[in-house]
């Protein structure tokens, strides 16, 4: 399995309620968090559908790539000179997709379009599932993202020797916090990687309550930041030398299954 040649990375999460649809008061608020961020941190991690909430109300959510959210994140990016991420309700041509966006300080844009749509809020009725799994470049580093429901999908998250950073940004209910760690834990044991994850805190429109639990994990499963149930940010840096040093003297990748996705 190939590892990165790049500098350590540090990675930023902004934990915190959203104002449910309110695209605009969103835009602001998290302007004046990452009117926080260090500037030594290149990538920054805003949660799932951070400009409205988890709705299913798509003709309020939705906005297009040429909208205003889009072209905030952009120059936020540009700007901060940072890797700017999350992800937001996006309508192509009258399709709707969970659409993970990270910003380039170049002006670039990645996507990735949410796989798994969480049925039990019939999330699968309102939106298109995503059919490409995606690896984006960070500073050299190799880094996958997903989309809260995804990170219960092993096959999907699956690393196939071909990322470093598993990153997710989530809207994940505090009545199954438990699960949100346990599996933000086993995917970076099981991949050998480091994960990334941002949730969200308080309650939304829908009157579900959020928990927080962002956080970063080693590739061993380690917690490497404090445990925070409030607003505020959660910073890292990982290492390059420690993921290697890892996979060279424990190299259970070589004995990965292979396999093929069929759908």
């Known amino acids: 399995m ?4 790049a500098h350590d990375l540090h990675i930023t999460l902004i934990q915190t309620s959203t104002v449910w649809h309110d695209a605009r008061a969103n835009r602001e608020m998290f302007s004046r968090w990452l009117d926080q961020v ?10 799932e559908m951070f400009n409205s909430g988890f709705s299913m109300a ?11 959210t889009v072209q905030w994140l952009t120059e936020q990016a540009v700007q901060r000179n940072k890797y700017v991420c999350g992800s937001l309700a996006v309508d192509v041509q009258g399709c709707v997709f969970n659409r993970f966006i990270c910003a380039s300080p170049d002006g670039a844009m990645m996507v990735y379009d949410k796989r798994h749509l969480f049925r039990m809020a019939g999330e699968h009725q309102h939106y298109v599932a995503g059919e490409q799994r995606v690896v984006m470049s960070v500073d050299g580093w190799r880094v996958c993202p997903m989309v809260c429901y995804d990170l219960r999908f092993p096959v999907w998250c699956r690393n196939r020797g071909d990322y470093d950073v598993l990153i997710c940004v989530a809207n994940w209910p505090a009545a199954r916090r438990q699960a949100w760690d346990v599996l933000l834990r086993a995917r970076a044991i099981e991949n050998q990687v ?8 308080g309650v939304d429109g829908n009157g579900v309550s959020y928990s927080g639990g962002s956080a970063v994990y080693s590739p061993e499963g380690q917690r490497m930041t404090d445990q925070v149930e409030s607003a505020g940010l959660l910073q890292h840096k990982i290492s390059q030398t420690q993921l290697k040093n890892l996979r060279d003297s424990f190299p259970v990748w070589q004995d990965a299954d292979k396999f093929e996705l069929t759908r």
């Open 38 to 47: 260090p500037e030594s941190s290149r990538l920054v991690l805003l949660p």
């Open 2 to 5: 190939s590892v990165v040649r």
């Open 58 to 68: 798509v003709s309020d959510a939705a906005e297009p790539m040429s909208g205003p």
């Open 194 to 201: 480091y994960v990334a994850a941002v949730n969200i805190v």
